[in-house]
C-alpha cells in the first residue's frame, strides 16, 4: 500500500523518512497504539532528534493528514477545470471524485478512522481549512455553470454551502465501511440528480444526460 500521498513524500529528507515511518506504523498499528520512539527507531535517530522536526505525534498526524487533504482538494480542482463536460456532469463528477478518494484511502488503510478522529479533535484548524477550500471550489463550479446559462441564477455562496451539506455522507471516512464502493457511486449519482433538479434551468431535459 503506498502511503498517504505518497508522491508529496521524499524519503531522502529527513522529515519526509519520519513521515513514511510514521504513516507505515499508523497503517499497520494504528494512530493511538504508535509510539513517537517507534518511529524515531524506525528512521534510525533518536527520540530527541525527531523531536527536532516534529514536536509531537499529532504534529506528524497533522501532516500527513494535510498533504491527504491537499491531494483531494487537488482533484477536485481538476474536475471544475474540466471545460469538456457540462456543469452538470462537472457536479456530478466532483461528488464521485469525494467518494473515491475516501473510499479508495479507507480501503487501503482500514485504521484510517483513528487518525481522521484525532485530527480531527485535536487540529481542527486543519479540516475547517479543507471545507473552506472544497467549498471555493464548488462555489466555482456553481458560478461557471451559472456563466454557461446552465444552471438557475441562485445564490453562488449559498448554493454550494448546502451542495457540500446535501454530499458529506461520501466523503467521510467513518462512514465509509457502510456500503461498497458500487453501492455508494449508485447513491451518489442519485443524490446528485435531484439536487440537478433545484439548480438546473431545465431540469427535466438535462438531467437526463447525466449517467
Not at 24 to 43: N, V, W
Not at 166 to 181: I, N
Amino acid at each position: 500500500m503506498a502511503p498517504m500521498n505518497d508522491s508529496a513524500i521524499n524519503p531522502e529528507d529527513p522529515r519526509g523518512r519520519i513521515l513514511a515511518a510514521a504513516d507505515a506504523y499508523f497503517r499497520r498499528y494504528g494512530y493511538t497504539k504508535t509510539t513517537m520512539a517507534e518511529i524515531a527507531k524506525d528512521c534510525g535517530m533518536s527520540a530527541a532528534n525527531l523531536y527536532r522536526y516534529f514536536a509531537s505525534k499529532q504534529d506528524i498526524a497533522a501532516a500527513l493528514a494535510g498533504r491527504c487533504l491537499l491531494d483531494e482538494e487537488a482533484k477536485l480542482r481538476k474536475v471544475v477545470n474540466r471545460s469538456e463536460l457540462s456543469a452538470a456532469e462537472r457536479l456530478e463528477r466532483f461528488v464521485l471524485t469525494l467518494l473515491d478518494h475516501t473510499h479508495g484511502l479507507w480501503s487501503e488503510q482500514p485504521r484510517l478512522n483513528e487518525l481522521v478522529e484525532a485530527v480531527s479533535r485535536e487540529r481542527s484548524d486543519i479540516v475547517l481549512k479543507h471545507i473552506t477550500s472544497k467549498h471555493a471550489l464548488m462555489a466555482e463550479l456553481i458560478a461557471r455553470g451559472k456563466e454557461a446559462g446552465d444552471f438557475a441564477d441562485v445564490d453562488t455562496q449559498t448554493a454550494a454551502e448546502a451542495m457540500l451539506t446535501a454530499v458529506a455522507v461520501f466523503d467521510m471516512p467513518l462512514l465509509m465501511h457502510l456500503y461498497s464502493r458500487e453501492e455508494f457511486q449508485r447513491k451518489a449519482r442519485e443524490v446528485v440528480r435531484v439536487l440537478l433538479h433545484g439548480l438546473l434551468k431545465n431540469a427535466r431535459s438535462q438531467s437526463a444526460n447525466i449517467t
